[in-house]
Each structure stands twice: as structure tokens, then as C-alpha cells.
């Protein structure tokens, strides 16, 4: 640490998984220390190989074999001792805790269980009481949303006022995600997912395959006309835990033959430049990294105004998404893409353009400005 520099603490139980929170909290530790800061890395899985040493230092909250229902309870008041103990300078949560000077959230629990199962959340012992808890007591100084909409849900559902609100985007890592790549992975992945030259469609995501709208991307598959249908395989991408259920409902639509499931990976660039269409049919996604990623590597995406990162878009192309991933709406885009190549490379290039600047740089600059508002000095 210079001496210009202050102690920060980043605090997420998951730190070190894959994913896309993991990829940003990791981006932001090595620009704070490169800052001249020392940070530390509060997490529960910090030990597993995912935190390295230009990241800052990890401190484990180590699991006590509870009931699942209160992992939650424990890993907050755990790391909201360490915190207290350590009196940090500058604590930037990431909605796992209760008390910090920035909160970024990445999850908008009650609304997505309304949207995927009908009815409300009941948050007694889950990442929600924790949230609930959060809002209630306002023990932040910001909050960054990463989308507008889940700025419009923290608003009406927690009464936040919108300046304390700001919208910043997650950024993607260009040197992993770039279109410029596709020569160097297209062919060897096709070829170990046994595609020659049929149209490959895909869905990459990090797992919870219901609120991902696996089952409605299985249907509107399913519902491609034939001759359609046999110009394509399909790709799912992602944890294999949960996958019996829709791998049985592919068996029961007959389309069994023309999937691949691939476990997930901290590469998914190989398979988005293996892709030809990136399938997103989330029922609500308040962000979707995995959508900002295929459009950095030049792969036309079908998704819905239900996603995050179709904010990205220009005004009229957002404007031309359906609203929800019905079964109908994803059958007809997906058609449209499968059939028509000059579409394809229209909606893939308008893509492309609407994410290339949105990079894990601009991305930190961005939410540094709020962390220095909130008091982190320069």
C-alpha cells in the first residue's frame, strides 16, 4: 500500500466462483490496488483458487454446517464482524451484508419470484431477508443498480430515492471478448460439439435454468418448423446440476439428438465464437452478462425487453424485442435468424456496436466516481 492509499474491503460470499459478479469484483480489486489501495476479499469460497494475489488479500468466512436456510444470516453477521473488527476506510458490499459505504446488487430477489413462479417471496431465511434488512435500515450511502430496471423495482418496492440509484452497466473484459477471436475458436469447438455446418443457437448462463426460461427456449425449439429446425443444433452452457429435468423434456419433444449440454466454464468465450445466434429467453435477467459477452464477440443475440442488457440497444432495435420470451416470439426470432444470414449479421453488428464501449474499464471508472462521492479518496 502507498501512502495515498486505504484499506477497502470487498464483501461477496461467492468471491472466487465463475461468474459474472465474480469477473467484475475481480476487475475492480486489481484496478483498486493498482490504484495503490489494499484491499481484502471477504468471501466463503476465497480459498478455492479464483482469488489470486493481484486481486488483493482473501479472507475466508468459513461455513459452519447449519441448516441451508440460514447460510445467509450466518455469512452477513460474519463478515459484518470482520468488517467492524477491521474498521475499513471504504467497505463496497455487493448485497451479501448489511452495512457499507457503496452497495452494488446485481439480484432483484422478490421480483424475480414473482415473475418466475406468481407469487411473492417469502424471505425468512434467505439472501431476500438480508436485502429486505438493507433497504429498511438505508446503511448505505449509494446504491448501484445494474440496469433500469432494477432501478424502477428498488424504487417502487423499497421507496429509494433515484439519486441514490445510479445505473452503471456491468462492463465485459475485451480482451476475452472479442469478435476478433472467432477464427481462433470457431472451428476446434464445433467440431468437438460434432457441428459441421449447421446453424448453432446457444444458451450460456451460470445455472437456474427456470428463471433463465430454459423450458420455453425447449418449446419454441421444439416448435421450429422442420426443415428449420434441421439446419441447427442447440447449445446449452452451464452447471449440470438441475439439467435432468429439461434433458427429459428435450427426450419427450423429440429434439434430444439436436442438443448439446456443456458444463460451465471460466472460457465461455470458446463456445460463444463456436455460436451463430445466442439464445437469452430469461423470464426477467436485471443484468444478463453472458447477453453483453455474445454481442462482444459479434454473435446476434435473440432476447426480450425483460433483460438488462438489451439497454444497451439502440432506442428502435430494443423497441423491436417482444416484451416477455413467450414461446411464440422466440419460435419466430429464432426462425428469422436461422433463415436469413444477412439478418443474422445485421442484428450481430448492431450488437456489437451497442456493447463495444462498455468495457470492465469504463465500467470501473464509472463506478469509481460513485465510490469517491461516497468517500473513497482519490
Known sequence: MTRAGQRIAIVFRGIGDIGGTNNTIADHARHFRALGHAVDLIGE????????????RAVRIARVPLL????????????????????????????????QHVLSMHNCLHLTHEIVHGEPLDPRGGLAEIHDRMFARGDFNQCICNSRLMQADLMSRYGIERDRLPVIYPGFRPAQFDRGDRARYRQAVREELGCSDQVLLGLVTSGDYRKRGLDLLLEAYASLETPTREKTLLLVLGKQAGTDVFAERARALGIADRMRFVSHTREP??????????????????????????????????TSQRVGAAELLAKEMRARLPATPTVEALTAQMSELIEHAGTRQAVAEAGWEAARANTEAYNFEQTLAVYRRAGLEA
Not at 469460497?45 to 488483493?56: F, N, R
Not at 463478515?79 to 471504504?90: G, K, L, M, P, T
Not at 439464445?279 to 464477440?297: D, I, K, N, T
Open 45 to 56: 469460497k476465497v480459498h478455492k483458487g479464483g482469488v489470486t494475489a493481484d486481486m488483493g
Open 68 to 99: 441451508g436456510r440460514y447460510k445467509w444470516r450466518w455469512f452477513a453477521a460474519r463478515a459484518q464482524r470482520v468488517i467492524d473488527h477491521n474498521r475499513y476506510d471504504f467497505v463496497a458490499g455487493h448485497g451479501h451484508h448489511y452495512r
Open 269 to 302: 468465450q470458446r463456445y460463444f465464437h463456436a455460436l451463430d445466434i445466442c439464445v437469452h429467453p430469461a423470464r426477467v435477467e436485471e443484468f444478463g452478462q453472458s447477453v453483453q459477452e455474445a454481442m462482444a464477440c459479434g454473435i446476434a443475440v435473440v
